[in-house]
């Protein structure tokens, strides 16, 4: 799908996000690691030099940005940075707001950065959870949004229906959707009030993509889906995952959250790849009728999306 970033913007960009983790150390390893993820795989160019990109201040970098699509982007993008920061602290969060301030920008992953520094996990999972509540029907199933899963609330039926795609031909999206489930020994939506309906899309789009949900695996995903279709259910959804897997704040309903995935052996190849792929793809899986399309083969779905094919990845 198009890029929101036009090549223009790529190095003005680049030098933005460059400045936004300098909070007095020039950012750490881990920072730099991702910021080369986005400059290659997102903005698609491995030949531009990361380390020597000269600074901006907030003013310009106003100056050099004007587009409000592009200025949304880059507030993600500092949040993304800023939460790669372990700990992270006072001053990477203000740096962050005063690009943020000049550009004009707001909305979900600054008040939730503040409010981790400030107040604390239990406040910052507060605010992710009032932003993620408002997408749910854009994330959903899309043949499932009126299904109660309320905490006492199973759903059997829902279970026993897709543990059933496994009698479709081998190769399918159903049966490879149960092997996906039976492979990482997942809990299938309706069996437990903790595994809600919303999972069964959320897991479809692993399956189509191709990322294993492991920590690594997730914020691939995450990535992947942003670089496919910049939406702001997609940025909320990344979020998520980077507060379960890297800033560690997620820990409700069996999640426990980690820290500093990405500073593990081959997960920032796995984000830059995830970039890259998403931003091949032609149109956005993540909210198709799945469960409308679970006898044609895996293969065949991805070709009408334009997911490049690739081995198992997470």
């Given at each position: ?283 956005d899986f993540s909210a198709a009728d799945h469960l409308g399309m679970m006898d044609v083969q895996l293969s065949e779905i991805r070709a009408r999306y334009g997911v490049p094919e690739t081995e198992p990845?997470?």
């Amino acid at each position: 799908m198009p890029r929101t970033i036009g090549d223009d913007l790529v190095e003005p960009i680049a030098r933005i996000l460059r400045s936004s983790i300098d909070a007095g150390d020039g950012g750490t390893e881990e920072q730099h690691s991702v910021l080369r993820a986005i400059v290659t795989g997102l903005f698609g160019r491995p030949d531009l030099d990361v380390e020597a990109l000269a600074l901006l201040t907030p003013e310009e970098a106003a100056d050099a940005v004007t587009d409000h699509d592009a200025r949304r982007r880059v507030r993600e993008m500092m949040v993304l940075l800023e939460s790669c920061r372990h700990p992270l602290t006072e001053e990477q969060v203000s740096l962050v707001e005063r690009y943020a301030a000049a550009l004009g920008e707001s909305g979900p992953g600054l008040a939730i950065a503040r409010d981790l520094v400030s107040n604390g996990a239990e406040q910052a999972l507060a605010d992710y959870m009032r932003f993620s509540d408002d997408i749910m029907l854009e994330i959903a199933e899309p043949s499932l949004v009126a299904t109660d899963m309320g905490e006492d609330d199973p759903n059997p039926e829902l279970a026993d229906r897709l543990r059933a795609t496994h009698d479709l031909p081998e190769g399918t999206l159903g049966w490879e959707y149960v092997e996906f489930y039976r492979r990482n020994k997942l809990t299938y939506p309706g069996d437990d009030p903790h595994t809600p309906a919303v999972f069964v899309a959320h897991d479809m789009t692993h399956v189509i993509a191709g990322y294993e949900p492991t920590g690594a695996g997730e914020i691939a995903l995450g990535a992947f889906q942003l670089a496919m279709n910049d939406s702001d259910a997609h940025w909320i959804v990344f979020l998520g995952n980077l507060a379960i897997h890297e800033a560690g704040y997620f820990n409700a309903q069996g999640f426990e959250g980690k820290t500093a995935t990405l500073t593990r052996p081959g997960a920032i190849e796995l984000l830059t790849g995830a970039f890259e792929r998403g931003s091949q793809c032609t149109d956005d899986f993540s909210a198709a009728d799945h469960l409308g399309m679970m006898d044609v083969q895996l293969s065949e779905i991805r070709a009408r999306y334009g997911v490049p094919e690739t081995e198992p990845l997470g």
